[in-house]
């Protein structure tokens, strides 16, 4: 379902030979560890999650246009996490992150099994870049939101590796 099965586990497969002790280095002070990494996905799922359960309870019924989701992935265009989706340090193991994210992608498939389309089309709220967006485009961003980090996770391990 939009993909999100298929963009997790390339994240899964990338940290399933990532040490604990690797995963809580960051490589800079500016620089998120990869276990911060993985706790911000967490946290980026679940409050997505929370806020497309408030459209659908709450929303007006409003339709948008079709937004370049792939553009996500593009980490030259660098964007400030929300104070929300920040790391707390709360997750302090790579099977930590993989119960956590397990959590908020069964959350994720339960709110959206049984909604019909035109419910996820016709409700939104709005993405700090890319202005409004319906639930569909919501759910389908996960995925998308997850691979721009496991390119971060690919460059955090890329920039230990050349400092080791």
């Known amino acids: 379902m939009y993909g999100l099965e298929e963009k997790r586990q390339e994240v899964l497969n990338f940290t399933a030979d990532v040490s604990d002790e690797e995963a809580h280095i960051r490589p800079d ?41 792939h553009k996500t992935r593009n980490r030259n265009y660098k964007v400030t996490a929300p104070e929300a989706v920040q790391p707390t340090g709360e997750i302090s193991s790579i099977a930590e992150a993989e119960r956590s994210l ?50 971060q996770l690919k460059e955090i391990r890329r920039n230990l590796n050349n400092k080791g």
Do not use: C
């Not at 998120?32 to 967490?42: F, G, I, N, P, R």
């Not at 016709?122 to 995925?143: A, K, V, Y």
């Open 29 to 69: 002070k500016e620089s998120w560890s990869m276990l911060e990494v993985l706790e911000h996905l967490y946290l980026m799922e679940q409050l997505v999650v929370y806020q497309i359960n408030q459209a659908i309870k709450q929303g007006d019924q409003r339709t948008t246009s079709d937004k370049p989701l």
């Open 102 to 151: 397990e959590k908020t992608r069964e959350a994720t498939l339960f709110l959206v099994h049984n909604k019909d389309k035109e419910t996820l089309r016709n409700r939104t709220f709005p993405h700090p870049s890319f202005g409004d967006m319906n639930l569909e485009q919501w759910i389908e961003f996960i995925g998308w939101h997850e691979l721009r980090h496991l390119d």
